[in-house]
């Protein structure tokens, strides 16, 4: 066996945990994939993985116990939030990123080739998973973003118009339950009209459901506090969260930007906020409401 440097040994060992913690991963994804087709997807992914592992176990000379916190860690966020979001964080998972194949290229040339299978080949075949989360991202992306502009201004307005604390949550339920039975009826519309029938009703659940989910995030704040100033306060702060977490879903699940996507809806729910503020507050002066 050849004679390795005892940096690139340790690389080796790292990329063999990876590589068997992946592939027990992977198995166990399959055997409870209700589809065919990911069924065949996950279990031909384990076999590259259980592959690279063998080819690494040439070079160190050792077996490597794979990472059981890992394999359920990964197993249950692909259960909860989709294979591709689950599958696509473990693969740039901490452990995968200090791995340096470069590095390890120099004294072991099959280095290279196994990355370029890790970044390519399995990228291509987790593509191929398919899954209603991602089929109808688009749909969810609209009702929580309309959600998020649309009820974050309401009560924006309404909490300098009204500061009423019941009043501003019941007139934001109202908005909110209006606002997601027309949302969902207009993606229905606009599937059917596009000749999408069979996806139809699955985007206009989607749609209402994540403007509801939007909707009681924001809305929450009103019931539990007395200030309606704080509840806003509460509600803006419950809007970044959801904006973050949807936002790094969509950069893990989709390979885009987290920083771009994340500002961009900040920086216009923001806008839209403030210049409802703006129209509250102008509201109470010119009719003089008092309640």
Known sequence: MKSLTPLVRNQIIKAQRAEITEYYTYKKLAQKAKSKS??????EIADDEKRHYEIWKKYSGREVNPSR?????YYWLARIFGLTFGL???ERGEERAQINYKHIGKEIPEAIQISKEENDHEKELIALIDEDQLKYIGSIVLGLNDALVEILGTLAG???ALQNNRLVALAGVIAGIAGALSMASSEYLSNKSEGKEDGAIKSAIFTGIAYVFAVIFLVVPYFVLNSPFLSLAWAVLDSVFVVFIFSYYISVANDQSFKK???EMIVLSTVVGLISFGLGYLARLIFGIEV
Do not use: E, G, Q
């Open 158 to 160: 309404l909490t300098f």
């Open 38 to 43: 990911n069924r065949n997807v996950l279990s």
């Open 69 to 73: 916190w890992d394999i359920k860690k």
């Open 261 to 263: 996507r994340f500002l």
């Open 88 to 90: 696509k964080l473990m």
